[in-house]
Each structure stands twice: as C-alpha cells, then as structure tokens.
T-cell receptor, first 113, second 111 residues
C-alpha cells in the first residue's frame, strides 16, 4: 500500500470548514484513498473513500487531485465533536479478502469554540 | 444493525499469563481484522481472517494468534504476556473489501 503524509496537527474554529490535506504521491492506479477518524479512546470510524472522482456523503467531502497524488478531506461545518485524529489511508479494494489498513500517525484536528 | 462488539472492554492480566479477546462482527461481514494500538507504535495490523482462514498477518511474534469461527466471530489470543503487550486491541469487520467498521476495543493492561 502507498505511503501517505499528513500534517501532525491542525486547528479549526467551530462552524467553519476543516480542510485536511494528505499527500500520496506513490499511489498506484487501482488504489483507493480512505479516510478514518479516531475520537479519543474509541475505535476508528470510517468517513469516506474514493478512487478518482470527488466524493461526498453526510459526513464529509473528499477532493482528489487530477493526478491523484494528493487529496483533501473537507468537514463543511466543524463541531467540537469533530475533534479527533484523522487518518488518510491508501489501499487496494480487494473484493472481500486480504483486508489490511496501514495507519500512519494521522492529523490531530482540534476544533475550537 | 448492531455494530462490531468486542469483549471484554477492559482487562488486567499479570506477566506470563495468557489472554483471549473476542470480536463479533457486523452481521453478514466475513472479514475480521485485528489491530494493536499503543502510544509509541500507533495502530498496527495484527492479522485478518476471512471465512475461517487467516489471509494476512502483521509483524508480530508467534505469541499473538487468532481464529475465526463459522459464524464469523473471531478471537485473538496472546500467550506469555509481557508488559509491552499493554494496549488497546481493536477489531474491525468489513464486507466485500469495502470500508471497515471498528469495535470500541479491549483495553488490556499487563502488570
């Protein structure tokens, strides 16, 4: 799986958009970009994933650059409950087996009142 | 739909003992994977099971083992516990290689 690089920490004001960057310059053509977050002492929570196109769900939006070497996770209206460590992970979708996530250190997002 | 359930939530063991942790995946999920999280090493992959077969294994000593039952429930075992095995052990289940859903973890303390 390709390696990812994320800033160790970021701050965001409550109610504002949080934009979390991730570099994955060695990503291969069939690897997906996944985002998870972990609120203190809880299990990681899936947020969103994508291959080439931008994706949006009820939690967030994922913007992937055209060359796929970087991506940005956008939380449109951050709340205090969004304070967590956010992990960007690149992996193959292998259809049901060989499921392995390689976590880096992630970005600690702190949402301030 | 019930989420991933891990039991017990907290455990205290003595060095040299062994421990068994349990994970019940989301109904219909056949892939179960295990992770260890420590402050120093972060989240590390232990192993993954699919249809009762270990498909992938991380870089952990043989003291760490696991199994999966026909109903997809999984257990992991750590023998001859060491102080360094103190960690949060997380289980995740997935369906057809898509997103993984994690349990709340078992906090193991070795004294």
């Amino acid at each position: 799986d390709a390696k990812t690089t994320q800033p160790p920490s970021m701050d965001c004001a409550e109610g504002r958009a949080a934009n979390l960057p991730c570099n994955h310059s060695t990503i291969s053509g069939n690897e997906y970009v996944y985002w998870y977050r972990q609120i203190h002492s809880q299990g990681p929570q899936y947020i969103i994933h994508g291959l080439k196109n931008n994706e949006t769900n009820e939690m967030a939006s994922l913007i992937i650059t055209e060359d796929r070497k970087s991506s940005t996770l956008i939380l449109p209206h951050a709340t205090l409950r969004d304070t967590a460590v956010y992990y960007c992970i690149v992996r193959l979708n292998s259809g049901g087996s060989n499921y392995k996530l390689t976590f880096g250190k992630g970005t600690l997002l702190t949402v301030n009142p | 739909k019930a989420g991933v359930t891990q039991t017990p939530r907290y455990l205290i063991k003595t060095r040299g003992q062994q421990v068994t942790l349990s994970c019940s995946p989301i109904s219909g999920h056949r892939s179960v994977s295990w992770y260890q999280q420590t402050p120093g090493q972060g989240l590390q992959f232990l192993f993954e099971y699919f249809s009762e077969t270990q498909r992938n294994k991380g870089n952990f000593p043989g003291r760490f083992s696991g199994r999966q039952f026909s109903n997809s429930r999984s257990e992991m075992n750590v023998s001859t516990l060491e102080l360094g095995d103190s960690a949060l052990y997380l289980c995740a289940s997935s369906w057809k290689g898509q997103e993984a859903f994690f349990g709340q973890g078992t906090r193991l303390t070795v004294v």
